[in-house]
Protein backbone atom coordinates (compact mmCIF):
# COMPACT_ATOMS: atom_id res chain seq x y z
CA UNK A 1 0.00 0.00 0.00
CA UNK A 2 1.17 3.57 -0.97
CA UNK A 3 2.51 5.79 2.43
CA UNK A 4 2.36 9.56 2.15
CA UNK A 5 5.75 9.95 4.56
CA UNK A 6 6.14 13.46 6.33
CA UNK A 7 9.73 13.63 7.54
CA UNK A 8 10.74 16.20 10.15
CA UNK A 9 14.68 16.21 9.95
CA UNK A 10 17.12 16.94 12.70
CA UNK A 11 21.60 16.77 12.87
CA UNK A 12 21.28 13.52 13.94
CA UNK A 13 17.54 11.82 13.91
CA UNK A 14 14.27 11.89 12.60
CA UNK A 15 10.83 11.89 13.00
CA UNK A 16 8.28 9.86 10.29
CA UNK A 17 4.90 10.14 9.91
CA UNK A 18 3.24 7.24 7.68
CA UNK A 19 0.12 7.98 6.16
CA UNK A 20 -1.75 5.24 4.30
CA UNK A 21 -4.77 6.10 1.48
CA UNK A 22 -7.36 5.49 4.15
CA UNK A 23 -6.03 7.84 6.43
CA UNK A 24 -4.50 5.73 9.15
CA UNK A 25 -1.27 7.13 10.49
CA UNK A 26 1.94 5.95 11.91
CA UNK A 27 4.72 7.70 13.82
CA UNK A 28 8.28 6.28 14.28
CA UNK A 29 11.41 7.93 14.77
CA UNK A 30 15.24 6.71 13.60
CA UNK A 31 18.72 7.76 14.31
CA UNK A 32 20.57 9.37 11.18
CA UNK A 33 23.11 7.08 11.82
CA UNK A 34 20.49 4.24 11.45
CA UNK A 35 19.10 5.68 8.01
CA UNK A 36 19.36 1.82 6.46
CA UNK A 37 16.22 0.65 8.71
CA UNK A 38 14.19 3.43 7.77
CA UNK A 39 14.92 2.22 4.12
CA UNK A 40 13.97 -1.12 4.65
CA UNK A 41 9.89 0.31 5.47
CA UNK A 42 10.15 2.08 2.29
CA UNK A 43 7.90 0.88 -0.86
CA UNK A 44 8.51 1.86 -4.62
CA UNK A 45 5.18 3.87 -4.68
CA UNK A 46 5.52 5.69 -1.40
CA UNK A 47 6.19 9.27 -1.42
CA UNK A 48 8.15 11.55 0.93
CA UNK A 49 8.32 15.36 2.44
CA UNK A 50 11.04 16.73 4.20
CA UNK A 51 11.46 20.64 4.90
CA UNK A 52 14.66 22.07 3.40
CA UNK A 53 17.90 22.15 6.17
CA UNK A 54 21.33 21.78 6.00
CA UNK A 55 21.25 17.81 6.19
CA UNK A 56 18.22 17.26 3.84
CA UNK A 57 20.18 16.83 0.71
CA UNK A 58 21.73 14.16 1.68
CA UNK A 59 18.98 12.88 3.06
CA UNK A 60 17.11 13.23 0.08
CA UNK A 61 19.77 11.87 -2.08
CA UNK A 62 19.90 8.27 0.35
CA UNK A 63 15.86 7.86 -0.67
CA UNK A 64 15.85 8.53 -3.81
CA UNK A 65 16.20 6.10 -5.76
CA UNK A 66 13.76 3.84 -3.33
CA UNK A 67 10.27 5.60 -3.66
CA UNK A 68 7.97 7.04 -6.11
CA UNK A 69 8.93 11.09 -5.65
CA UNK A 70 10.91 12.94 -3.00
CA UNK A 71 9.73 16.21 -2.13
CA UNK A 72 11.48 19.06 -0.38
CA UNK A 73 9.62 21.62 1.35
CA UNK A 74 10.35 25.29 1.10
CA UNK A 75 9.87 26.63 4.85
CA UNK A 76 9.66 30.28 4.02
CA UNK A 77 6.16 29.52 1.67
CA UNK A 78 5.13 26.54 4.14
CA UNK A 79 3.71 28.49 7.16
CA UNK A 80 1.50 26.12 8.14
CA UNK A 81 4.76 24.27 10.52
CA UNK A 82 6.40 27.68 11.69
CA UNK A 83 3.16 29.41 12.99
CA UNK A 84 1.76 26.41 14.00
CA UNK A 85 0.73 26.48 17.99
CA UNK A 86 1.59 23.17 18.81
CA UNK A 87 4.85 22.46 17.55
CA UNK A 88 6.54 19.15 17.96
CA UNK A 89 8.89 16.94 15.68
CA UNK A 90 5.33 14.28 15.78
CA UNK A 91 3.02 17.31 14.67
CA UNK A 92 5.23 18.48 12.18
CA UNK A 93 5.80 14.82 10.14
CA UNK A 94 1.97 14.55 10.38
CA UNK A 95 1.12 17.94 8.90
CA UNK A 96 3.91 17.34 5.91
CA UNK A 97 2.63 13.75 5.52
CA UNK A 98 -1.28 15.32 5.39
CA UNK A 99 -0.80 18.15 3.03
CA UNK A 100 2.22 15.79 0.43
CA UNK A 101 -1.26 13.45 0.79
CA UNK A 102 -3.07 16.20 -1.05
CA UNK A 103 -0.47 17.61 -3.31
CA UNK A 104 -0.45 20.86 -1.60
CA UNK A 105 3.29 21.54 -0.18
CA UNK A 106 5.36 24.06 -1.83
CA UNK A 107 8.48 22.40 -3.23
CA UNK A 108 11.65 23.27 -2.98
CA UNK A 109 14.38 22.33 -5.89
CA UNK A 110 16.76 19.96 -5.36
CA UNK A 111 20.19 19.94 -5.82
CA UNK A 112 22.40 17.31 -6.35
CA UNK A 113 25.54 16.93 -3.84
CA UNK A 114 28.17 18.37 -6.15
CA UNK A 115 25.63 21.60 -6.81
CA UNK A 116 25.21 22.03 -3.37
CA UNK A 117 29.10 22.15 -2.66
CA UNK A 118 29.58 24.43 -5.15
CA UNK A 119 26.95 26.94 -3.76
CA UNK A 120 28.52 26.19 0.11
CA UNK A 121 32.01 27.41 -1.71
CA UNK A 122 30.17 30.28 -3.43
CA UNK A 123 28.59 31.50 -0.35
CA UNK A 124 31.85 31.36 1.50
CA UNK A 125 33.53 33.28 -1.30
CA UNK A 126 31.09 36.03 -0.70
CA UNK A 127 31.38 36.30 2.98
CA UNK A 128 34.87 36.63 2.65
CA UNK A 129 34.14 39.58 0.20
CA UNK A 130 32.04 41.36 2.62
CA UNK A 131 34.81 40.82 5.40
CA UNK A 132 37.01 42.15 3.03
CA UNK A 133 35.46 44.88 1.97
CA UNK A 134 34.17 45.98 5.59
CA UNK A 135 38.41 46.33 6.70
CA UNK A 136 39.45 48.34 3.77
CA UNK A 137 36.43 50.67 4.53
CA UNK A 138 37.58 50.78 8.31
CA UNK A 139 40.80 51.78 7.05
CA UNK A 140 39.83 54.88 5.07
CA UNK A 141 37.79 55.59 7.77
CA UNK A 142 40.81 55.77 9.96
CA UNK A 143 42.58 57.37 7.63
CA UNK A 144 40.01 59.92 6.99
CA UNK A 145 39.79 60.94 10.44
CA UNK A 146 43.73 61.41 10.49
CA UNK A 147 43.35 64.01 7.34
CA UNK A 148 44.79 61.33 5.05
CA UNK A 149 42.63 61.01 1.96
CA UNK A 150 43.01 57.75 0.13
CA UNK A 151 41.41 56.08 -3.05
CA UNK A 152 38.90 53.17 -2.78
CA UNK A 153 40.76 51.29 -4.85
CA UNK A 154 44.02 51.49 -3.54
CA UNK A 155 43.72 48.83 -0.82
CA UNK A 156 42.76 46.03 -3.32
CA UNK A 157 46.16 45.21 -4.01
CA UNK A 158 49.00 44.34 -1.90
CA UNK A 159 51.01 47.33 -3.16
CA UNK A 160 48.18 49.53 -1.94
CA UNK A 161 48.39 47.67 1.44
CA UNK A 162 52.28 48.16 1.60
CA UNK A 163 51.69 51.84 0.86
CA UNK A 164 49.55 52.49 4.06
CA UNK A 165 51.78 50.63 6.42
CA UNK A 166 54.57 53.03 5.86
CA UNK A 167 52.89 56.41 6.77
CA UNK A 168 54.02 58.13 9.32
CA UNK A 169 51.26 57.26 11.91
CA UNK A 170 50.70 57.34 16.20
CA UNK A 171 51.58 54.26 17.49
CA UNK A 172 48.09 53.24 18.43
CA UNK A 173 46.50 53.84 14.74
CA UNK A 174 49.01 51.80 13.52
CA UNK A 175 48.67 48.85 15.45
CA UNK A 176 45.08 48.97 14.39
CA UNK A 177 46.04 49.59 10.69
CA UNK A 178 48.56 46.61 10.77
CA UNK A 179 46.26 44.10 12.15
CA UNK A 180 43.69 45.36 9.66
CA UNK A 181 46.05 44.76 6.47
CA UNK A 182 47.33 41.35 7.62
CA UNK A 183 43.80 40.60 7.93
CA UNK A 184 43.33 41.89 4.52
CA UNK A 185 45.58 40.31 2.97
CA UNK A 186 44.69 36.71 5.04
CA UNK A 187 41.22 37.00 2.83
CA UNK A 188 42.61 37.77 -0.35
CA UNK A 189 44.86 34.44 -0.14
CA UNK A 190 41.61 33.22 0.94
CA UNK A 191 39.34 34.38 -1.64
CA UNK A 192 42.35 33.32 -4.31
CA UNK A 193 42.29 30.15 -3.71
CA UNK A 194 38.60 30.39 -4.18
CA UNK A 195 38.42 31.16 -7.06
CA UNK A 196 41.17 28.93 -8.55
CA UNK A 197 38.91 26.30 -7.23
CA UNK A 198 35.88 27.58 -9.25
CA UNK A 199 37.87 27.67 -12.71
CA UNK A 200 39.05 24.32 -12.46
CA UNK A 201 37.13 22.54 -14.79
CA UNK A 202 37.12 19.04 -12.50
CA UNK A 203 34.52 21.67 -10.17
CA UNK A 204 32.70 23.12 -12.92
CA UNK A 205 28.69 22.32 -13.74
CA UNK A 206 27.53 21.39 -16.90
CA UNK A 207 26.83 24.76 -18.70
CA UNK A 208 30.00 26.79 -17.50
CA UNK A 209 31.83 26.70 -20.58
CA UNK A 210 28.72 27.79 -22.36
CA UNK A 211 28.00 30.83 -19.71
CA UNK A 212 32.35 32.00 -19.74
CA UNK A 213 31.58 32.65 -23.68
CA UNK A 214 29.28 35.27 -23.04
CA UNK A 215 31.10 38.68 -22.32
CA UNK A 216 30.68 40.17 -18.91
CA UNK A 217 30.74 36.26 -17.42
CA UNK A 218 33.80 35.04 -15.43
CA UNK A 219 34.62 32.16 -13.86
CA UNK A 220 33.21 33.27 -10.69
CA UNK A 221 30.01 34.67 -12.30
CA UNK A 222 29.22 31.37 -14.28
CA UNK A 223 30.10 29.18 -10.74
CA UNK A 224 27.90 31.48 -8.98
CA UNK A 225 24.93 31.43 -11.17
CA UNK A 226 25.12 28.06 -12.46
CA UNK A 227 25.04 27.03 -8.57
CA UNK A 228 22.28 29.24 -8.74
CA UNK A 229 20.31 27.92 -11.60
CA UNK A 230 20.79 24.37 -11.57
CA UNK A 231 18.99 22.52 -13.94
CA UNK A 232 17.86 24.70 -16.68
CA UNK A 233 15.15 22.14 -17.64
CA UNK A 234 13.33 23.29 -14.26
CA UNK A 235 12.53 26.72 -16.26
CA UNK A 236 9.92 26.25 -18.69
CA UNK A 237 10.76 29.65 -20.73
CA UNK A 238 12.53 32.70 -19.05
CA UNK A 239 9.89 34.29 -17.70
CA UNK A 240 9.88 31.45 -14.82
CA UNK A 241 13.77 32.09 -14.40
CA UNK A 242 13.80 35.81 -14.02
CA UNK A 243 11.24 35.23 -11.46
CA UNK A 244 13.08 32.73 -9.98
CA UNK A 245 15.97 35.10 -9.34
CA UNK A 246 13.56 37.85 -8.07
CA UNK A 247 13.67 40.28 -10.86
CA UNK A 248 10.14 40.61 -11.82
CA UNK A 249 7.80 43.44 -10.52
CA UNK A 250 5.38 42.63 -7.67
CA UNK A 251 2.13 42.76 -8.66
CA UNK A 252 -0.79 43.80 -6.43
CA UNK A 253 -4.31 43.79 -8.26
CA UNK A 254 -7.51 44.12 -6.97
CA UNK A 255 -10.78 44.22 -9.31
CA UNK A 256 -9.74 46.37 -12.50
CA UNK A 257 -6.48 48.23 -10.50
CA UNK A 258 -3.34 47.06 -10.84
CA UNK A 259 -0.25 48.01 -9.47
CA UNK A 260 3.86 47.38 -10.40
CA UNK A 261 5.68 47.53 -7.60
CA UNK A 262 9.49 46.95 -6.94
CA UNK A 263 11.16 43.69 -7.80
CA UNK A 264 10.65 40.77 -5.73
CA UNK A 265 13.99 39.94 -4.68
CA UNK A 266 12.79 36.41 -4.35
CA UNK A 267 15.64 34.20 -4.65
CA UNK A 268 19.29 33.83 -4.22
CA UNK A 269 20.79 37.71 -3.34
CA UNK A 270 24.15 36.11 -4.43
CA UNK A 271 22.99 35.46 -7.58
CA UNK A 272 20.90 38.59 -8.14
CA UNK A 273 23.92 40.10 -6.98
CA UNK A 274 26.56 38.47 -9.44
CA UNK A 275 23.82 39.40 -12.18
CA UNK A 276 24.24 42.86 -12.26
CA UNK A 277 27.99 42.53 -11.51
CA UNK A 278 28.32 41.00 -14.50
CA UNK A 279 25.85 42.96 -16.66
CA UNK A 280 27.96 45.84 -15.84
CA UNK A 281 30.84 44.71 -16.86
CA UNK A 282 29.03 43.27 -19.92
CA UNK A 283 27.69 47.10 -21.04
CA UNK A 284 31.57 47.94 -21.56
CA UNK A 285 31.93 45.00 -25.15
CA UNK A 286 28.06 44.74 -26.04
CA UNK A 287 26.58 47.40 -27.89
CA UNK A 288 23.27 46.41 -27.90
CA UNK A 289 22.93 45.67 -24.01
CA UNK A 290 24.08 49.06 -23.50
CA UNK A 291 22.08 50.68 -25.99
CA UNK A 292 18.95 49.24 -24.08
CA UNK A 293 20.41 50.31 -20.55
CA UNK A 294 21.18 54.13 -21.84
CA UNK A 295 17.18 54.19 -22.79
CA UNK A 296 16.10 53.06 -19.42
CA UNK A 297 18.50 55.00 -17.97
CA UNK A 298 17.17 58.32 -19.59
CA UNK A 299 13.79 57.01 -18.72
CA UNK A 300 13.55 55.49 -14.90
CA UNK A 301 17.18 56.38 -13.82
CA UNK A 302 20.37 54.49 -13.36
CA UNK A 303 19.06 52.21 -10.11
CA UNK A 304 16.54 50.39 -12.31
CA UNK A 305 18.75 50.52 -15.58
CA UNK A 306 20.77 48.34 -13.68
CA UNK A 307 17.79 45.77 -12.37
CA UNK A 308 16.50 45.63 -16.48
CA UNK A 309 19.91 45.01 -17.90
CA UNK A 310 20.35 42.24 -15.44
CA UNK A 311 17.14 40.69 -16.75
CA UNK A 312 18.05 41.72 -19.84
CA UNK A 313 21.30 39.78 -19.08
CA UNK A 314 19.76 36.58 -17.76
CA UNK A 315 17.00 36.18 -20.91
CA UNK A 316 20.42 35.88 -22.85
CA UNK A 317 21.81 33.32 -20.32
CA UNK A 318 18.42 31.36 -20.24
CA UNK A 319 18.73 31.52 -24.03
CA UNK A 320 22.51 29.78 -24.04
CA UNK A 321 21.74 27.24 -21.16
CA UNK A 322 18.80 26.06 -22.89
CA UNK A 323 20.21 25.86 -26.28
CA UNK A 324 23.67 24.70 -25.36
CA UNK A 325 25.21 27.79 -26.78
CA UNK A 326 28.57 28.97 -26.98
CA UNK A 327 29.41 31.91 -28.41
CA UNK A 328 32.19 32.71 -31.05
CA UNK A 329 31.26 36.64 -30.53
CA UNK A 330 28.21 36.99 -27.95
CA UNK A 331 27.87 40.86 -29.48
CA UNK A 332 27.44 40.08 -33.05
CA UNK A 333 25.10 36.77 -31.85
CA UNK A 334 27.55 34.56 -33.67
CA UNK A 335 26.93 31.15 -32.61
CA UNK A 336 30.43 28.69 -32.21
CA UNK A 337 28.55 25.81 -31.22
CA UNK A 338 24.95 24.37 -30.10
CA UNK A 339 24.06 21.13 -28.56
CA UNK A 340 24.61 19.73 -25.04
CA UNK A 341 25.77 21.83 -22.12
CA UNK A 342 29.65 21.97 -21.90
Known sequence: MKHYIGIDLHKDSFTACYLDQSGKEKILEFSLSKIGLFKKTLGKEDEIAVEAVANSIYFCEELVQLVDRVVMVDPGQFKVI???????????AKKLALYLSKGLLPEARIMTSKQARLKSLVGTRTKLVNQNTALKNKIHNILCSLGISSKKGSLSKDKGLDAVMKLSLDSMAMMEIEILVDQIKSLNRAIA???TELADPRNQLPGHANLTSIKGIGDVGAAVLMSTIGNISDFPDSKKITA???????????????????????????????????????LKNNPHLKSFYDRIKKKRGGGKAKVAAARKLLEFVYLTLSQGIIWEDSNLGIIKSQGQLK
Open 82 to 92: SSSSKKTDKQD
Open 193 to 195: KIE
Open 244 to 282: YFGLVPSVKKSNETIHYGRITKRGSKIGRTILVQCALIA
